[in-house]
């Protein structure tokens, strides 16, 4: 009987230093298991614009940290170059360009969730700008003129066609429009080899202020005002595994939008990973932060990019989108 006894206190005493081994080399699991989230640690990208401050703020702030998320920033150049990462999984979450979230879906290069909204159009957030000097006075003057931008068939030079249409100005992409990094677009319009330019902040400031550039028209009016610009983006596939993460990411990145309307907070976490600095952000106009997601308002970015041939078929934003609010 003792010797029984001997047998059954030694068993349980392996069987706890099995479990406490198991808890120790387990932890991640147990972690999941105790705030029920399926990922805790997200691999999150941004592009180097004011347009994704707000997953710095959560950073910054510990909004995802209450949320049980360790997020991890990544810097991407645009949506275009986040969907091969998402695809492959080094990245969980992107922000990206509403219109490279649709085009993927319409060619079928992924399967993307719009999970949360980053920005919306501003008054003078994007415009047309001109030279000092130049005898171009109204969008209508653009007929047949050279046009700097950034490329073809994406969010800005839609933005163009779809702002200069009600003065009816038809723009011919491969005739009508320079492309050059935004960067470059002073020097094009400095020494005359376009007639105009199409920038978003801070350029469009930054022009203004360097060479007297004169803003022709922005965005913010007709067709394209308090359009929505970019959003977060994830896999399908990402989110039917990962509900309740989605759930955690998109209730802190609801707080650090609220939060990016404070341009004090803007001049504090955009210089962390972009290379704007504090002073610029001070003077800029800024972009809209939304607090919420919505179908309806995505739908008008795939109306527009349908009337100007930038969808091939019809697709299904209800499904696309992940609406909230």
């Not at 645009?78 to 879906?105: F, M, R, T, Y």
């Not at 094009?188 to 360097?210: M, R």
Request: charged share 20%.
């Amino acid at each position: 009987m003792k010797l029984t006894r001997l047998r059954r206190a030694a068993l349980g005493g392996v069987l706890a230093a099995a479990l406490a081994l198991s808890a120790a080399c387990g932890g991640g699991d147990a972690e999941k298991s105790a705030n029920g989230l399926e990922k805790t640690d997200l691999n999150v990208a941004v592009m180097p614009i004011m347009e994704g401050a707000a997953v710095q703020i959560g950073i910054t702030k510990g909004y995802f940290k209450a949320e049980g998320l360790n997020v991890k920033l990544q810097v991407v150049s645009g949506g275009a170059e986040a969907l091969p990462k998402l695809k492959g999984g080094s990245l969980d979450i992107s922000q990206g360009g509403h219109v490279v979230w649709l085009q993927a879906a319409d060619s079928g290069a992924l399967k993307p969730k719009i999970i949360a909204e980053a920005s919306s159009m501003t008054k003078n957030l994007n415009a047309i700008l001109v030279a000092k000097n130049s005898p171009i006075r109204s969008p209508k003057d653009l007929a047949g003129k050279k046009i700097g931008t950034n490329a073809k068939g994406n969010q800005i030079s839609l933005l163009v066609r779809a702002a200069l249409e009600p003065y009816g100005v038809q723009i011919d992409e491969d005739k009508d429009l320079v492309i050059a990094p935004f960067p470059n677009q002073e020097q094009l319009l400095k020494t005359g080899k376009v007639d105009a330019v199409v920038v978003p902040e801070p350029f469009v400031t930054q022009l203004q202020q360097s060479i007297g550039a004169l803003l022709l028209t922005d965005f913010s009016t007709g067709p394209t005002k308090d359009i929505p610009i970019t959003g977060y983006g994830a896999t399908e596939e990402f989110v039917q595994k990962n509900p309740k993460t989605v759930a955690a990411f998109q209730r802190a990145i609801v707080k650090a939008q609220a939060d990016a309307a404070d341009r004090a907070v803007l001049q504090e976490v955009v210089p962390k990973y972009t290379k704007i600095p504090a002073q610029v952000v001070s003077v800029v106009n800024l972009n809209g932060y939304p607090t919420s997601t919505s179908t309806i308002r995505i739908k008008r970015v795939a109306d527009v990019m349908k009337q100007f041939g930038y969808l091939k078929t019809d697709v299904d934003v209800n499904a696309m989108v992940m609406q909230n609010g």
